[in-house]
């Protein structure tokens, strides 16, 4: 006898994309609807009551302002005639388990981001044991295959098989749904597709669950979350205080997260048995998944920038001694991508439900985006900052060598007029007595009255040769001293070279 009511199980497979050369993001989005296989997911419309603020919602909605940070996608792509987009025998049980595939979306990312998922509906009876097991090999997208049969019914369905000739593999399904579209990507987990060991299919997918349980054993409903959200099979066992992890948003009603997975978990009461069975497993499936996408986004960008940090940026500090004016330009270009990440993206609060922005800082806090945000602007700024001062200090370094070039100019100019000035004293000096000469037959004056203006001529020449050579004098000392420092270079130049 089953001993789960109902059960919700989606698949999340994150990725990296690129539009195809001269295509920007908008393009990008109509060629795909415009293949007729998608269509832009218009969550409004869901007719589910939705308690996200509007802001939440919008991020996904075209706009022509660029205002959206991203677009979620919905899988149209099935004929008329087909109920499921696929469906699945597994065969690892002593009876036929029918696995349906019937909604697939995907996420598009203005970071170059993106997320396709699909939900696998499990036969009504399943138990716990059956969807744990299920769960530990289902989400292996590259291992175990799948061979197609066609069962009494006349229905196609799939059946677990080691024949690699005959297999197909999840990730195989996927990648070639990926490869019709006008980008090219590149999975964060990746593994060597068996089936053509040419192409890279997704590894694993992230696992969203909503179960609820037919009983209250509190010790088996923590091993079930245990189990599910990971994916594990029963050889992991939980750690002694695992049951402080989970966080508990109402009585028996658990949310947990880890690296690979996220589950809503209830035990629900005569009470609200109804309202976990009907009204709440649909909202999960929209506002839940929801901000957990919108987490996922916020934790895989953090992961981009932190891979383009690592394949721009040289791991060699000479580098930087040598490139600081190029690497302020390339660091400045990743802090301007990060801090319009930051501002479009990271939410304070996404709902005026409380338990809603509980589960969202719950999903936050346990991908660490918060820690992977301080860690990644913290080392960028550091390095950006030291990089602006190294680059600041090199233009100080060129704007005082222009200085010290202007100074010799300078000095070599004073110092030649500074000579002109005392030749031409010299010169005033062998015609003073002249000048007194003519002053005094000009003037009618006396002849001892020559002398006197003679005097006075050699005084005023004094001076004039005093002010000459003061104005010269530091001009001489200051080119002494950058001989003196140019002979001391060219000397030590000459030392390292022979050492």
């Known amino acids: 006898m089953t001993d789960i009511l109902c059960t919700r199980n989606r ?63 919905a899988w149209c792509g099935a004929r008329e005639d087909q109920r499921d987009i696929l469906a699945l025998n597994y065969t690892r049980f002593d009876r036929d388990f029918i696995v349906r595939i019937t909604q697939m979306g995907m996420y598009l990312f203005r970071s170059g981001v993106g997320f396709i998922w699909y939900e696998a509906g499990l036969p009504a009876d399943a138990t716990s044991a059956e969807l744990t097991l299920f769960q530990n090999e289902f989400k292996e997208l590259a291992y175990e295959r799948f061979v197609s049969l066609k069962n009494r019914s006349g229905r196609y369905t799939f059946e677990l098989a080691r024949d690699a ?13 990926l490869a019709k579209l006008p980008f090219t990507y590149s999975f964060f987990a990746k593994r060597k597709n068996p089936l053509a060991p040419q192409r890279q299919i997704p590894d694993k997918a992230l696992l969203f669950v909503y179960a609820v349980f037919d009983r209250a054993d509190r010790e088996k409903l923590m091993d079930d979350i245990y189990h599910l959200t990971n994916g594990y099979n029963e050889r992991y066992q939980k750690k002694a205080e695992f049951s402080s992890e989970p966080m508990e948003l109402f009585r028996y009603a658990y949310c947990y997260v880890t690296m690979g997975g996220c589950g809503y978990y209830v035990v629900p009461g005569e009470e609200n048995r109804n ?41 060699e500090s000479a580098w930087y001694l040598e490139n600081s004016e190029e690497s302020v330009g390339i660091l400045k270009q990743i802090a301007t991508q990060i801090n319009v990440f930051l501002v479009k993206s990271v939410y304070s609060s996404v709902s005026h439900i409380s338990h809603q922005n509980d589960y969202y800082e719950y999903v936050i806090r346990k991908l660490k985006v918060r820690e992977n945000i301080d860690g990644l602007t913290i080392g960028l700024e550091s390095l950006q900052k030291l990089q602006e001062d190294r680059a600041k200090e090199r233009i100080e370094a060129i704007e005082e060598r222009e200085n010290q070039e ?29 000048a007194a000469e003519v002053l005094v037959r000009w003037l009618k004056l006396p002849e001892y009255a020559k002398t006197a203006l003679g005097m006075v001529f050699l005084a005023l020449i004094a001076v004039i040769a005093v002010v000459a050579v003061t104005s010269i004098w530091p001009s001489i000392l200051r ?21």
Not at 165 to 177: C, F, I, S
Not at 479 to 499: I, M, P, Y
């Open 11 to 73: 698949y999340i497979i994150p990725f990296l994309f690129w539009p195809m050369e001269g295509m920007d993001y908008e393009s990008l989005i109509g060629r795909i609807t415009d293949t007729g296989a998608w269509r832009i997911w218009n969550m409004y419309a869901e007719g589910v009551e939705q308690d996200l603020y509007d802001i939440i919602l919008d991020c996904f909605v075209m706009d022509e302002r660029k205002n959206n940070i991203g677009c979620a996608l």
């Open 406 to 434: 202007r100074e010799v100019s300078d000095d070599r100019l004073n110092i030649g007029l500074g000579l002109l000035s005392i030749l031409a004293l010299i010169s005033a000096v062998a015609d003073g007595d002249s």
């Open 479 to 499: 080119a002494g001293k950058k001989r003196r420092e140019w002979k001391a270079a060219r000397k030590q130049e000459r030392d390292d070279t022979w050492q």
């Open 275 to 315: 309202f976990y069975l009907r009204t709440l497993k649909k909202k999960i499936m929209l506002d839940h998944f929801t901000l957990y996408i919108l987490a996922l986004y916020q934790s895989y960008t953090l992961l981009k920038f932190t891979g383009q940090i690592q394949s721009v940026l040289s791991a």
């Open 165 to 177: 000739a005959q297999g197909v593999l999840m990730g195989d399904w996927l990648d070639r749904k």
